[in-house]
T-cell receptor, first 113, second 111 residues
Framework: DTAVSQTPKYLVTQMGNDKSIKCEQN?????MYWYKQDSKKFLKIMFS???????INETVPNRFSPKSPDKAHLNLHINSLELGDSAVYFC????????????FGAGSRLTVL | TQLLEQSPQFLSIQEGENLTVYCNSS?????LQWYRQEPGEGPVLLVT?????EVKKLKRLTFQFGDARKDSSLHITAAQPGDTGLYLC???????????FGKGTTLSVSS
């Protein structure tokens, strides 16, 4: 069973479109994250939710809107896509106990044309 | 400003060689983690170091956490082609914060 699953794996779209990426974790973790990995492989935090509550929002344009319907799901909706949004988006989760260890999904590669 | 400086960025070596990757910061971390990422996949945790001066071994990989908990190193002995991948260090600044990642080291081991 996949621990953190995100869909779709690949997304190719035109500038100006709106798209969503979904994420689900079956680990019983309390905290979920969205990270963006750019073309140079740098991983940067975008958002973090703890038990459906937004706790981290890192200077991300408001075209990006996360939504957590329950603690096992964290979706990312992006409006008015721009070329610079092209990247791999990773969902991750962690438990509230012990060290802040992340379990990542396999990533969603977004290409904006 | 990059909080975690990771070096080298790229490393291309022959099978059997040894290598060390460094992760440095001016900040103190409650823990420091090392991840490995393969193409098309998400990063996977290798190890977490928590105590200053701690050394952990994972087969041919040795991880060290600096005494002041500001830096860490990953040493690979007798590298093999299967070690090829992107190695990422990540610092934990404590409750309510997200992991801060270094820029990664792309390792290529050829036979």
């Amino acid at each position: 069973d996949t621990a953190v699953s995100q869909t779709p794996k690949y997304l190719v779209t035109q500038m100006g479109n709106d798209k969503s990426i979904k994420c689900e974790q079956n680990l019983g973790h309390d905290t979920m994250y969205w990270y963006k990995q750019d073309s140079k492989k740098f991983l940067k935090i975008m958002f973090s939710y703890n038990n459906k509550e937004l706790i981290i929002n890192e200077t991300v344009p408001n075209r990006f809107s996360p939504k957590s319907p329950d603690k096992a799901h964290l979706n990312l909706h992006i409006n008015s896509l721009e070329l610079g949004d092209s990247a791999v988006y990773f969902c991750a989760s962690s438990s509230n106990s012990g060290a802040n260890v992340l379990t990542f999904g396999a990533g969603s590669r977004l290409t904006v044309l | 400003t990059q909080l975690l400086e990771q070096s080298p960025q790229f490393l291309s070596i022959q099978e059997g060689e040894n290598l060390t990757v460094y992760c440095n910061s001016s900040s103190v971390f409650s823990s420091l983690q090392w991840y490995r990422q393969e193409p098309g996949e998400g990063p996977v945790l290798l190890v977490t170091v928590v105590t200053g001066g701690e050394v952990k071994k994972l087969k041919r990989l040795t991880f060290q956490f600096g005494d002041a908990r500001k830096d860490s190193s990953l040493h690979i002995t007798a590298a093999q082609p299967g070690d090829t991948g992107l190695y990422l260090c990540a610092g934990d600044q404590g409750e309510g914060t997200a992991l801060i990642f270094g820029k990664g080291t792309t390792l290529s081991v050829s036979s």
